[in-house]
């Protein structure tokens, strides 16, 4: 309160105020539509007393106080509402509202503010998060460089205590049933929520069952300085690839530009806005690709494939185990957990990072059973170096 005392008693303008010192004029403004309220709701009152006691209504006061409610806190537009990410991740908007807003990418390159860039860790989930304990450790001491959405079923509530990293990160989901188009759906709308944020620049997507297999700044690293986005992407003959390919889908896509890839990706802003925004390939995919055709595993891949081939390194960053056969992958509980079974991850594996071999190929592993959380935190330190 203290500059208001000030400039009052020095007799100045407030406009002069305004320019010496931005802060000062919020106060005053505050004072002054209170003033204004007092003296605008004492009117009110008793011109209302008077219309109730001669009309038996109240006439007018609502649609007076409305107007000047809404010049008074009308500040001017300044770019912190344009920059600070919302600090509530629920919202009114439905699908189409949303992703028309995700959509909008500024066209002057450079940040006119210090934009850190962060990476933000989608969470697909059906209800729990079993290993938030593991992802509690694996962020701590990293703020600002993160963010986290979590897309459950709706009739789902995470209750999460206020210290953690998950508190209030749950965006409105809409799934009905737990399909395979439904899961693409959620999977647009996370990526639509992230993108709320402009200081997002780098997409995750995890399920409940995945594990980190580095410390953050090894992941950070790997994603910030790699030139390509990791979506996984091949062209597989045999039934369980171009079998399910439908001819209909022509001429959006062709037999020869059909994609499988694994569900499991990471994205930048580019290619993330490109997702959300697709109306080309969306209805293909969702009236000509089901069941034995799995979109979740063809809709991305294929999709950036055909426009942005390039920017894809072709492979995902998530670890699974499909040698014990068959259509679902190896999970992992209490019983598995062993070092021996990380070796096996980290040493078997050679890639291509920014088009040189390497052997550090995955930085997420999955499944893993809620059981496996107890020797995890007790094996994270050594072997994942959080
Ligand atoms: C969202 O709301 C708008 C306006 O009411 C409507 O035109 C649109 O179809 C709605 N979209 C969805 C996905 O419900
Ligand atoms: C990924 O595959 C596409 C063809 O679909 C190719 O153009 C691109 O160069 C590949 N990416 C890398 C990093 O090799
Ligand atoms: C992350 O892991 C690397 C290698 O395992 C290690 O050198 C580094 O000190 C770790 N960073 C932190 C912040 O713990």
């Known amino acids: 309160m203290q500059p208001i005392v000030v400039a009052l008693e020095q007799g100045k303008d407030p ?7 931005q802060s000062r004029v919020l106060p005053l403004r505050f004072l002054q539509c209170f003033l204004l309220f007092l003296v605008l709701g004492l009117g009110i009152s008793i011109v209302s007393l008077n219309t109730v006691r001669y009309f038996g209504i109240q006439s007018l006061s609502p649609a007076v106080t409305r107007s000047t409610i809404l010049r008074c806190f009308d500040e001017p537009q300044s770019i912190g509402t344009w920059v600070t990410p919302p600090s509530n991740l629920l919202h009114t908007m439905n699908d189409t509202e949303l992703f028309w807003r995700a959509s909008f990418v500024p066209q002057i390159k450079e940040y006119p503010f210090k934009r850190v860039r962060k990476i933000a860790f989608m969470f697909l989930a ?9 992802w509690e450790r694996f962020f701590k001491g990293h703020e600002g460089f993160y963010s986290i959405y979590v897309h459950s079923l709706p009739s789902y509530v995470h209750n999460f205590i206020s210290s953690s990293v998950f508190y209030k990160r749950q965006i409105p989901s809409q799934i009905a049933e737990w399909g395979r188009m439904s899961m693409c759906d959620a999977e647009r709308r996370l990526l639509a929520n992230a993108l709320l944020d402009i200081s997002n620049e780098w997409f995750i997507l995890v399920s409940e069952s995945c594990i980190p297999l580095q410390n953050f700044s090894i992941i950070y690293h790997y994603i910030s300085r790699s030139h390509y986005s990791f979506m996984g992407a091949f062209d597989e003959p045999g039934p369980y ?17 059909w994609r499988k890839g ?5 994205v930048d802003r580019e290619l993330a806005v490109r997702i959300v925004q697709d109306s080309k390939y969306y209805p293909k995919f969702k009236e000509f690709c ?8 063809h809709y991305f891949p294929t999709m950036l494939s055909i426009e942005v081939p390039h ?8 670890w699974t185990d499909w040698s014990r056969g ?10 598995d957990i062993r070092e021996g079974l990380f070796k096996k991850i980290f040493e078997g594996q050679t890639c291509l990072y920014n088009n040189q071999p390497s052997t550090v190929c995955f930085l997420f592993a999955r499944k893993f059973a809620p059981s496996a959380l107890d020797p995890l935190l007790g094996l994270a330190s050594k072997v994942f170096g959080f």
């Open 15 to 21: 406009a002069t105020t305004v320019r010496v010192n």
């Open 126 to 134: 059906k209800g729990p998060l079993p290993l938030a304990p593991l």
């Open 241 to 257: 690839g171009r079998g399910r390919y439908n001819w209909q889908m022509q001429p959006e896509v062709t037999l020869a530009q």
């Open 262 to 266: 694994s569900q499991w990706f990471e």
């Open 290 to 297: 089901r069941p034995a055709c799995y979109v979740d595993e």
């Open 311 to 318: 920017r894809l390194a072709n492979r995902t960053l998530t």
């Open 326 to 335: 068959g259509a679902h992958p190896a999970t992992f509980g209490k019983a």
